[in-house]
């Protein structure tokens, strides 16, 4: 009787330490199929867009630091313009497509060419045949993201260390600031309140009659 429950004994051990076996394999096996890259799913081509899109609207990219912020959505950001003219778009604008190909992806934002406005605040109107709604298209990919660091000025970036996860960016440089035309009229007005220079001045005026013609 004793020898009988013995090797019971024996065959229920051999059997618990076969089970934990299994199971610290599985484990194991488990984490070694996780892919470096595992975590939330990148910010959609889309939002990202409509991200920078927004800063546009809300004339973010006529600022130095709005500038920075966007320009980091961008495989190639660049600096601030020195220069500070600006393009205007209608008030009706938006979301108009979107394709995604594996890595790659594209956007289309729709509008309307509303003018340029120069350094010195004087409007020159669209060219013939771009006064009507057309498509910008913003070209993405997918590649490897990185934590920024940026230095005590709040705005220069002084080094980047990768975060082991991908995320979507605008290819290329930012193009040139723009905003629409009902921020355009607030920033000339801006402007206009603070300047004692009389061609400035003058450029203003002018400037909001023919932007106020747009709403």
């Known amino acids: 009787m004793a020898c ?3 090797n019971e004994m024996a065959r229920a051990v051999r059997l618990f330490v ?13 984490f070694a199929q996780t892919p ?10 889309r939002d990202i867009v409509e991200e920078v899109w927004n800063m546009g609207v809300s004339g973010q990219l006529l600022t130095q630091q709005g500038w920075i912020r966007a320009s980091r959505y961008f495989s190639e950001p660049s600096p601030t313009p020195s220069d500070k003219s600006f393009d205007v778009i209608s008030n009706y604008n938006g979301f108009s497509g979107l394709t995604i190909n ?17 350094s010195n605040l004087h409007y020159s109107p669209p060219s013939p045949g771009r006064s009507y709604k057309t498509d910008y298209l913003f070209r ?16 220069t970036d002084i080094a980047r260390k990768p975060t082991g996860q991908s995320a979507w960016s605008i290819e290329g440089p930012p193009s040139k600031p723009w905003t629409t035309v009902n921020t355009a009229i607030r920033h000339v007005l801006e402007i206009r309140n603070k300047t004692t220079d009389p061609v400035i001045r003058k450029n203003a005026d002018e400037t909001l009659t023919k932007l106020l013609k747009w709403n």
Not at 18 to 30: E, P
Not at 36 to 45: E, F, V
């Open 4 to 6: 009988h429950e013995t």
């Open 18 to 30: 076969t089970i934990i076996f299994a199971l610290t394999f599985r484990v194991v096996g488990t």
């Open 36 to 45: 470096a890259n595992s975590g939330p799913p990148p910010i959609s081509p």
């Open 102 to 118: 594996n890595d790659k992806a594209e956007v289309l934002m729709e509008f309307t060419d509303a003018g340029h406005i120069g």
């Open 140 to 155: 993405l990919v997918l590649t490897p993201s990185f934590l920024t660091m940026v230095g005590p000025d709040g705005k």
